[in-house]
């Protein structure tokens, strides 16, 4: 019954249609035709839209991260970069595309110190007791403290040394990193980018020079804690008869360490040319403390375990401690005190260089990132992808619209039937068949 029906109902006008039998309803066919222009012409557009294009990618290397889509449909994806232990890196203003606008990799703003990585650790409680080698970077800007500080200044050759050290927190992955950088004027070569701040330094060790010129002193005039080779009070005095003078000076050494100098919210940025300020910019605090100090007081309480030290080297003596056991300003000579005030105010003055150098900056790595762009296909492809991809579904579109058609043009074709046939009756026409030829010819005219 089932398949009666289907043979009836369903399948009834494939079977009694031929491909080349025309509709009986003339309005079909222009309807049909312009119904299957636009929906090809629609399935074209469809299948250019969304297969027309073709993605290409390619490597590049980015001085910044990035992962976004623009305006344009360009992707950028950028993996972290590895970092290790011993790398020496240089810190960057954190990167964007503003910065690097044809994509070069070009750093923005690289700091003046080279620092290298010397530890790593994490402040979590799942990585205690865990030793890092290294760690995955993706531009964090860093939180810093300066820990440590030292300057020494030949006195013969000009020549100096610096070291400094920093403890730097990076939020992501909660990574805590020490940086430390070392520079030799003699043995240290810096990129162009990095000698400005030396020239700043050296301007300001004409100071120091003044200073030293001044040095003239009697060796009892310095506590006798003072002197080598045991630096105490109890030693023997075999440098009373002599007098110094700025000749027997070679070296000069000043160092602070054992603190943790934590600068400003709105510190002076590291390309400012005032020079003259030697107070650190920030909160000194000392050991684990949590209350800030000033920077001589510091320099005092860390030099009882000899964390700080001022000392200079003299022909025939050695090293030099002025301040021997006590740090007082008014108890040594006065060239002796506006010497050590000088190295001082240098020292600050480094510190606030290392701390604007790396606070709220980021450390300069290279990113290697892919960057997919949207292309159009070339005309042939396009038009082979379209056709191609238009042509199955309209194939079925069009069995399926001819297939309606048909269905519609027999129910019409009916019902025109039975009205005129139930005419006929009322008429009381003998030859129906007559009345049906005549049906069909009105029709089709």
């Known amino acids: 019954m089932v398949v009666s029906f289907l043979n009836n109902k369903v399948f009834s006008s494939f079977g009694q249609y031929p491909l080349t039998k025309e509709f009986s309803n003339q ?60 790398d020496d890196v240089y810190t960057v203003e954190p990167g964007n595309v503003e910065n690097d606008p044809e994509g070069l990799g070009v750093a923005q703003a690289p700091g003046s110190f080279q620092w290298t990585i010397g530890d790593i650790s994490r402040s979590s409680a799942a990585a205690r007791g865990k030793v890092y080698t290294g760690f995955l970077y993706d531009g964090d800007p860093m939180s810093c403290n300066v820990t440590s500080a030292s300057f020494t200044y030949q006195f013969q050759d000009t020549n100096y040394k610096y070291s400094l050290c920093g403890l730097c927190f ?8 020490k940086l430390c950088t070392t520079f030799d004027l003699s043995t240290t070569n810096l990129p162009n980018f990095a000698k400005d701040l030396q020239q700043s330094l050296q301007s300001r060790l004409g100071n120091m020079d003044s200073a030293y010129r001044n040095l003239s002193f009697e060796p009892h005039t310095l506590p006798l804690s003072a002197y080598p080779p045991y630096y105490t009070q109890d030693q023997i005095d075999v440098y009373g008869n002599r007098t110094l003078t700025s000749s027997d000076f070679t070296q000069l050494s000043i160092w602070i360490g054992d603190i943790n100098f934590v600068p400003f919210v709105k510190n002076k940025p590291l390309q400012n040319t005032d020079h003259s300020d030697g107070t650190p910019q920030g909160n000194i605090f000392i050991h684990r403390s949590d209350k800030p100090t000033d920077f001589f007081s510091a320099f005092k309480i860390t030099g009882d375990t000899s964390a700080s030290g001022f000392q200079f080297s003299v022909l025939g003596v050695g090293g030099v401690r002025p301040f021997g056991s006590e740090y007082n300003l008014g108890s040594i000579p006065a060239s002796l005190s506006d010497l050590f005030q000088t190295s001082l105010s240098t020292l600050g003055w480094m510190m606030n260089a290392a701390s604007a150098d790396l606070n709220g900056r980021s450390i300069g790595a290279t990113y290697l990132c892919t960057r997919t762009r949207k292309k159009w296909k070339p005309f042939i492809t396009l038009v082979s992808v379209a056709v191609g991809s238009s042509s199955g579904v309209f194939g079925a579109f069009l069995a399926f ?16 039937e039975a009205r005129h046939v139930a005419k006929d009756l009322e008429e009381g026409v003998k030859d129906p068949t007559m009345r049906k030829e005549c049906l069909i010819i009105s029709q089709v005219t």
Not at 44 to 50: D, E, G, Q, S
Not at 401 to 416: Q, T
């Open 170 to 177: 990076l939020p992501t992955y909660e990574f805590r990193v």
């Open 401 to 416: 619209m001819i297939f309606l058609a048909r269905k519609y043009d027999e129910r019409s074709l009916a019902e025109l």
């Open 27 to 86: 309005k079909i066919t222009p309807i049909l035709t312009i119904s299957c222009g636009l929906v090809y012409a629609g399935l074209l557009a469809f299948n250019i839209l969304t297969q027309g294009h073709g993605e290409t990618s390619e490597s590049l290397l980015l001085s910044y991260p990035e992962n976004k889509i623009d305006e344009n449909g360009t992707g950028t994806s950028c993996g972290p970069a590895s970092l290790r232990l011993g």
